[in-house]
């Protein structure tokens, strides 16, 4: 009898596993999208947003996603390397070939201790994304602000890890943003800024038993919907995690150390994503 049960909670954790990925699969959504995805290094849209390229990259949703990485992860010198790997991971992640921009900027180092510039962030996310028009009309009342996307996606305050590259990463959108918005006051902003949260030890490494604690938080917070709603849970099932293994073990090769085998199978960002929205003012 007690092999029976044994056996059983097995059974049972693949089924609610698969249960709750078809739940939060009818919850509200970003459709028809303009999305961009901002991360700091090559592996970090595997190791963190899979569940989040794909849920948004749906044929369904009708989203156009595309990943900006602001460094090559040139710290162990396998810029070259990675920049490739990042191309092969997004594609198994639901990226569409050629929309996965990498930057090598010297100012803005792969690093544990460098500062990142916000203003120099937020100096790219502009240069990519805010038509010549609009900036050349930056100051005057002829109009609304104007972009070429829709929703930006980028890392909490806290970055998740801490990696401090990844927190320059909020700071730097928060300031695209306000720059955005100078001399536009009473504009309605046309990108909306999605965060992923971060979370405590517990949580962190709960792995799949995580996805459940992340569903019942989003059915009992506050919640907006309308084409921009908030939170927003992302929940790969089976097929989904086997993707977001494969982009780890596949495609970043090069990274593939002891400990990311822990992670892959322990973290909960393999499994499950919870975004929200932030409002920024000027």
């Known amino acids: 009898m007690n092999l029976l049960l044994l056996a059983a909670v097995p059974v049972f954790i693949l089924g609610l596993w698969a249960y709750t990925a078809l739940l939060v699969s009818s919850f509200p959504t970003l459709k028809n999208k303009r999305i961009v995805l901002l991360i700091a290094h090559p592996d970090d849209e595997a190791m963190f947003f899979a569940p989040t390229l794909l849920a948004l990259t749906a044929p369904r949703l009708g989203n156009t996603l595309k990943i900006l990485c602001l460094s ?32 090598d900027d010297p100012a803005l180092p792969d690093s544990m ?17 805010i038509p010549e028009g609009d900036k050349k009309r930056k100051g005057k009342k002829e109009g609304g602000p104007e972009a070429a996307i829709d929703v930006l996606i980028t890392f ?89 293994r494969g982009a780890m073990t596949e495609a970043h090769r090069s990274q593939m150390r002891w400990f990311r085998w822990g992670w892959i199978g322990l973290s909960r960002y393999m499994y499950v994503n919870e975004l929200v929205k932030v409002k920024v003012r000027g």
């Open 72 to 103: 090559r992860g040139d710290a162990d010198g396998l810029g070259a390397v990675r920049e490739k790997e990042i191309a092969a991971s997004a594609e198994r992640l639901g990226v569409r070939k050629g929309d996965v921009l990498v930057l």
């Open 113 to 129: 201790t460098a500062a990142w510039a916000p203003e120099r962030i937020a100096g790219h996310l502009a240069v990519a994304f």
């Open 156 to 244: 909490d305050q806290g970055g998740v890890s801490g990696h401090p590259n990844h927190i320059a990463l909020y700071h730097g959108a928060r300031l695209f943003i306000q720059n955005l918005m100078k001399g536009c006051e009473g504009w309605k902003c046309p990108v909306a800024v999605y965060t992923l949260g971060s979370v405590g030890l517990v949580r962190k490494y709960a792995g799949l038993l995580d996805v459940v604690v992340s569903l019942a938080r989003a059915i009992f917070r506050r919640k907006e919907a309308g084409g921009l709603p908030t939170p927003l849970v992302c929940v790969s099932g089976v097929g989904g995690y086997g993707r977001a």
